[in-house]
């Protein structure tokens, strides 16, 4: 199994909601990453995390709020979003961190802020 | 800092004719490349990486890459394109030290019939 899910596909959410975004993986991967990728540009990584334990907040604001509850699962927490958070959200994965590891993506969550 | 950079925001070709995706890199050290592909609303798919050893690089779908260290360049080519192809290609690069994956502008290739 070499796929990465993400649920829900789309999303829409008023600026007051709370909701989660979920991304799982059955590869072994020691490493999870969530990006964020405006219409037209490339990825910006967000987060990462190695062994379950955060290793790069890529100075998100807090209203996003990753949780890793176990190595194969990753959620991204939303409260407070601004309309200008709408994009879609990649989840990937690797072996490990460290190194040239190739990083797997899944097919990302569109989110609409309204 | 290292970094890469995408010659073409967007390349239209016609059908079975020949591609290549300019790719230029900035690095003074040891320097690991890819190049990913994102069909229309879908997430990133590996088409091939430069890690070490042969400078050709064989990936999937037909696609193939030169690592040129003295033109650092890692140009992405296929001799023969299909209307399946039409997607956004990005060359990447590793930060090494803070091992972040950073991607170019990106590339839209646009096959016409």
């Known amino acids: 199994d070499t796929e990465v899910t993400q649920t829900p596909k789309h999303l829409v959410m008023g600026m007051t909601n709370k909701k989660s975004l979920k991304c799982e993986q059955h590869?072994?991967?020691?490493?999870m990453y969530w990006y964020k990728q405006k219409a037209k540009k490339p990825p910006e990584l967000m987060f990462v995390?190695?062994?379950?334990?955060?290793?790069i907040n890529e100075s998100v604001p807090s209203r996003f709020s990753p949780e890793c509850p176990n190595s194969s699962l990753l959620n991204l927490h939303l409260h407070a979003l601004q309309p200008e958070d709408s994009a879609l959200y990649l989840c990937?994965?690797?072996?490990?961190?460290?190194?040239?590891?190739?990083?797997?993506f899944g097919p990302g969550t569109r989110l609409t802020v309204l | 800092a290292q970094s890469v950079t995408q010659l073409d925001s967007q390349v239209p070709v016609f059908e079975e004719a020949p591609v290549e995706l300019r790719c230029n890199y900035s690095?003074?050290?040891?320097?690991?490349l890819f190049w990913y592909v994102q069909y229309p609303n879908q997430g990133l798919q590996l088409l091939l990486k430069?890690?070490?050893?042969?400078?050709l690089v064989k990936g999937i779908n037909g696609f193939e890459a030169e690592f040129n260290k003295s033109q650092t360049s890692f140009h992405l080519r296929k001799p023969s394109v299909h209307i399946s192809d039409t997607a956004e290609y990005f060359c990447?690069?590793?930060?090494?030290?803070?091992?972040?994956?950073?991607f170019g502008q990106g590339t839209r290739l646009t096959i016409n019939p």
């Open positions: 590869m072994g991967h020691r490493a």
């Open positions: 430069y890690l070490s050893g042969s400078t």
């Open positions: 990447a690069t590793i930060i090494q030290g803070a091992q972040k994956l950073v």
């Open positions: 990937a994965s690797s072996q490990e961190y460290r190194g040239p590891n190739e990083q797997f």
């Open positions: 995390y190695s062994y379950e334990k955060l290793s």
């Open positions: 690095s003074s050290v040891s320097v690991y």
